[in-house]
């Protein structure tokens, strides 16, 4: 006498029974579909953001390239509007602004003005914090001036996915167009 002979019938009955498969298959895929739903719409918006982020801080280095009338922190700070209208910026942002000059006796760059929107979290450049940064600045000849505009942005992910909280650093170049140096009042 088999005593567990039902209940191994019952459980190969069990095994070959497929109904409930696709809702506990949902079950299970859903949440992990929703999360990926989620973080893609994240990373896309990061992109976005860093994206326009760029595109902002060289529409305002042109921009102050072309001035040709002396400017001054009222000036500094309607560019830093114009970049965060640009950018539809809700977080906080700052902008900085430096011409330099460079050398070619002294092989460095050398500050004329600098000028930020944020003292607190960018400080106006010096010589020395411009040597500092001479890596990420090209070659120009002796005597020529140089608009370095650089932006930070914060930026935080709408859902949480693994991305935290970043600020967006971005510096653009450009020559002066209309007078080498560009006054400051």
Do not use: C
Not at 13 to 27: A, H, K, L
């Amino acid at each position: 006498m088999d005593f567990f002979a039902p209940l191994r019938r019952a459980l190969a009955r069990f095994t070959r029974d497929e109904r409930g498969v696709i809702t506990t298959e949902m079950i299970i895929v859903t949440p992990l579909l929703v999360w990926l739903f989620l973080a893609l719409f994240v990373y896309w918006d990061g992109y976005r953001a860093k994206n326009t982020a760029v595109k902002a801080t060289v529409a305002v280095a042109d921009m102050i390239s072309r001035e040709s009338a002396p400017i001054n922190s009222s000036y500094i700070t309607g560019m830093h509007r114009v970049y965060r209208y640009a950018t539809a910026a809700q977080r906080p942002s700052w902008l900085r602004v430096t011409l330099i000059q460079y050398s070619e006796a002294g092989s460095a760059f050398r500050v004329i003005w600098s000028r930020t929107t944020d003292s607190s979290r960018a400080q106006a450049h010096t010589n020395a914090s411009i040597a500092e940064m001479r890596r990420n600045l090209p070659n120009i000849t002796d005597a020529d001036t140089l608009m370095v505009v650089e932006t930070w942005q914060e930026w935080s992910p709408a859902f949480w996915v693994g991305l935290s909280e970043q600020v967006f650093y971005e510096l653009a170049t450009e020559k002066m167009r209309a007078q080498a140096l560009l006054p400051i009042t």
